[in-house]
């Protein structure tokens, strides 16, 4: 037993909650106590799990490049299973050294099956036997006994077939294992369903070549999770072995599916955790049921002025056909938002970063950190302890560790999370200072095609250089030092004098020399640019102008071959002759150097070495280098002999263990959209498909309800989601992380806004309009009459102060609002990113110069941002007095503040 497990233990959550005198949420003993598994179920593999449980959780579990890390392709189906059929129909061998060979499909007439393995019918018999004696749930079970079959050999072997997909996809692996014991798992689609075959027994058997082929839920209707009573129980019987303390047990304190899915993974028994169906089988009822209640919430947002110019009134919002006109669902996937790593929520989540830019200006560096489960040893070394086993870390192979990290992916993602948070904690935002003093930081965890997360990380460094103050030259420079080489490098460390960062550097920084598949995208060598140029100092690179000489050059030979027109570059954009032949000579003249530095067995000692041997001046190659560049790039000091290193700050990858990437940023948008889109392929493609979707759905005329369960019923079916993936998301892991909040401001003059529950709907008068939620606008109308209140515009209200509620409404730094509209306290730390709705100055005036009043200048209601003198927003702005004071100074300062870095609109 590790010794971890010799004392009592406690989380933070329950130990705020024991403190303040309430029962815990996640209580054991508010019925989540596990009842000990008996052996009878504790030795059945899979299959034989399978066999015995009375609803199938179908689903399309496929292997992953790599490490074979597990991933679910589309939705969990639930389909009730006939497991006295199925098992009564199945042979009884005479001995115990008798196995049968099966294969559990969705149908029997399909060639291919969710899983394939040996089944010890004594092991399923005594199984049932126990769960008839225990589970709520079988005790009508009747199992035959007899039936045996003399004729099976001993010990059959289970490889004799190879395994065939349901689908044909070549593209997905076919099970090579010649231990099925270790790889029982199948990919498998989800169960269509068909009318029940009228004998069970013919229809769900079927034998050949030494095979048994059963399928337990061919012809039964799929199920809902919340529509049956005890599934959980009844789709894992191993794990809830008296049927009891599942997730519809009635609580004293509710729990939602995520708390208790959370509890259930989180356990200190692993029953859970080590279970992957179980585990995807979690993430889909989660999602599911956020979604439900988003749906839900979605329902109850419009705006309080309709379309011909009526209020909204209690009585409308309570007449459903009346809703369902007042709903204007422009955007169809907006009530995805709150389901985290759905295209909704990326894109939410971009818009955030935007508004980070425009106030705090252009982050300094864009770092990756990557996952190596495979070097780091406390991970294995921690599943295999929480199994009651040591291991010599040293002397396990690739596929010894593979095993290790498949069997509890849930531990592996909670190492690194911590290890991420230890990572910032310790050493980032440390006084240490590694890359600098952080001001603020932004960082979300993607996952790679292996199936393991990895996290992208913006920070904004404290006297940074900006990109304008690198044009002259100083680009380096900062304290009399160079401001990037002092952070990033890409040297070789001396074996001699620093062994340990030699290593780190020599196994996880060098680019491969072979270029994988993602290298070769785009139809070019290396979309990474390796090898990279060698360089004797750090310098900045900008885009060759564009001077179309042609006129100059007409004698030129090599001109006679170039078009004399302009021509089509990159993206689109049309170059010039001349820059066509300069860029034409820079690649000739430096493609001799590149294939120097890219081969193994040749080394020079220094550029100059190089050039020498290229026919290259330093300044001829600067000038190549120069015209080759299409953006602004920086080109980092490298020796010839470290043109495959990539660049790394060395404090940072000591610590880390793994490959990562650190970079000064020039374009900060570029930076942002490939952070949050290009490296999101799958989302990226997701957002396609789901559009092709809702343009299908809106030719349909379905109500805004029903369009939302459709496009979320097609998400489901085709998203793609990995084993730690899935953790992240059912156990609220966080998927990115701020060193701000960011809040949205609605300055519309008719915003959405989110109505009353209807319980509260009840008991308003019919024909009031007072039916809306209060939010950040209402409660700035609804400020203290203080002088220091009545000053502050709504960016200030919004970002420096929060709203509080419960217990903290209680507390001495809580301020009371007018109106009885609740209580706002001073935010602690760092004031919250502002956000808003985006409007051209150009187009509509009204409303942009409505929206930075709205924002910039105090007032409680719009009718104080106009005046008889200046009816409109654009007048009032530009025109009007208050105080005895000019608008238009005071909000342009508050504008400064808080789009002192935003592109102009």
Known sequence: MPHERMQEWICYSCDDHLRRGNLPTIAVTDKLELAPIPLELAELNVLERQLIAKILPFAKIVALPKGQQRAVHGAVVCVPSEVEATVNCLPRPSSDAQLLQVKLKRRIKYKGHQYFSTVNMKNVLAA???????????????IDQGATFNSLPDDLPCNEEQTQQDNGDASEQADQSQNPEKDELRPGLVLDSCMQPPDIAQEALSYGDGIFSVAPAQGNKPVGFFAIPKLEAMGFPVQFPTGQNT?????GKKLSPSKYFNARLFCVDTRFASDQSYLFFAQFVTETHMATNSMSIQMRKGKPITSDGRKISSKMLQNKQEVE??????????????????????????KDLNAMVRQLGKPTFFLTFSAAEMRWPEVIEAVKAQQGEQVDFSQLDWNAKCDILRSNPVTVMRLFEKRVDALMTDLILSPAQPIGEVEDYFYRVEFQARGSPHIHLLVWIKDAPEFGDLQDDSVVKRSSKKFIDQYITCQMPDPNADPELHKIVSEVQLHSRNHSKSCKKGNVMCRFGFPKLPMDRTILTYPT?????????DNNDQQQSAPKNRLKGKKGKRKSRALWLRQNEAKDKLQTLRNYISYPNVSFNNLSELLEKCNLTYEEYKKHVTNLTMSNVIVLKRHPK????????PDLLRAWNANMDIQFVLDEYSCLMYMMSYVSKPEHEMTEFLNDVIRDVKKTNVNEKDEMKQIMQAYAKHREVSAQEAVAQTCSLPLKKCSRNVLFIPTDDNAVKMSLPMSRLKDISPDSDQVWMSGVVEKYADRPRKPEYECLCLADFASQYRAVYGQQS?????????????????????PAIIRFARSSEEKDPE???GRLLKLYFPHRSNDDLKSKECPTYEQFYKCGRKWGREVRPLVDVMKKKYEGHGQKN
């Open 128 to 142: 049932l036997a126990t769960l008839k004696d225990m589970h709520s749930e079988y005790k009508d079970v009747s």
């Open 247 to 251: 997730l519809d047990e009635v609580r």
């Open 325 to 350: 006109k007042l709903i204007t669902n422009k955007d169809a996937t907006h009530f995805m938002q709150p389901l985290r790593g759905t295209p909704a929520y990326w894109e939410k989540t971009l």
């Open 545 to 553: 102008p564009d001077d179309d000489d042609d006129d100059d050059n």
């Open 642 to 649: 470290e043109c495959w290193v990539n660049g790394y700050n």
């Open 810 to 830: 209680k507390g001495k730094n809580a301020v009371p609002l007018l109106n009885d509209k609740g209580y706002i306290q001073k935010t602690v730390g760092k």
């Open 847 to 849: 409303r942009y110069y």
